[in-house]
Structures are given as structure tokens and as C-alpha cells.
Nanobody, 122 residues
């Protein structure tokens, strides 16, 4: 797995953005994956996860109902649709893989890709 996140940018509060996480490796379709984010001066925190077969997703309470994680195994890409963005969503967003379905802990994830910066202006 070799991951690269993209799609970040500057958006106004209340707006939407869709992030992508592309894998240039060969094991994407069997990898359970997740999104994390890290705001300046803060710990990296879990955002959303999705199983390899797209049957189960899980979210941090702070984004549930606003963010949606999905994937396209044929395109080897995971997505994060972010709606109703607010200033607290400003962070660098990362994608990673895990073998622990349902985990919210960054130490259970690996193969971290380069992040993409999301800035929400109020």
C-alpha cells in the first residue's frame, strides 16, 4: 500500500469538500482503511474508517452526520465527503490502513500517506 491524499483546499464555513486517497500499491481492495486529521498544535485524531469490502463504516462523534467515507476498489481510491464544514475541521487530513476494524487509535493504523491540508474560513 502506498497512499496519497489529495483534494484539500480553502473553503468557507458551511461549505463542502471531497478528499481522495489513492493507492499506488496492489493490496487496496483487501485493506481496511481510515482517515485521520491533525490540527496545528493538536494530536492526530481519528475521523472515519471503512472496511475493505465497504460493508462497515465508523466515524468520530465530531463528524458523524456531516462526513461520509466511501471507496472504489476498482479505482483503488478512498474518499471523504465533508459537508457543513466549520473552523474546527481545519487540519491536515491523512489516510492510512489498519487490521483493526473499528479502531479509533492512530497506533492501530499504518502506511500513512502524505496529508492534504483543509482550511475552513469563518
Amino acid at each position: 500500500v502506498q497512499l496519497q491524499a489529495s483534494g484539500g483546499g480553502l473553503v468557507q464555513a458551511g461549505g463542502s469538500l471531497r478528499l481522495s486517497c489513492a493507492d499506488s500499491g496492489n493490496t487496496f481492495s483487501t485493506s481496511t482503511m481510515g482517515w485521520f486529521r491533525q490540527a496545528p498544535g493538536k494530536e492526530r485524531e481519528f475521523v472515519a474508517g471503512i472496511t475493505w469490502n465497504d460493508r462497515t463504516t465508523w466515524y468520530a462523534a465530531s463528524v458523524k452526520g456531516r462526513f461520509t467515507v466511501s471507496r472504489d476498489n476498482d479505482k483503488k481510491t478512498m474518499y471523504l465527503q465533508m459537508n457543513y464544514l466549520n473552523a474546527e475541521d481545519t487540519a491536515v487530513y491523512y489516510c492510512a490502513v489498519t487490521i483493526r476494524h473499528g479502531s479509533l487509535r492512530s497506533r492501530d493504523f499504518g502506511s500513512w500517506g502524505q496529508g492534504t491540508l483543509v482550511t475552513v474560513s469563518s
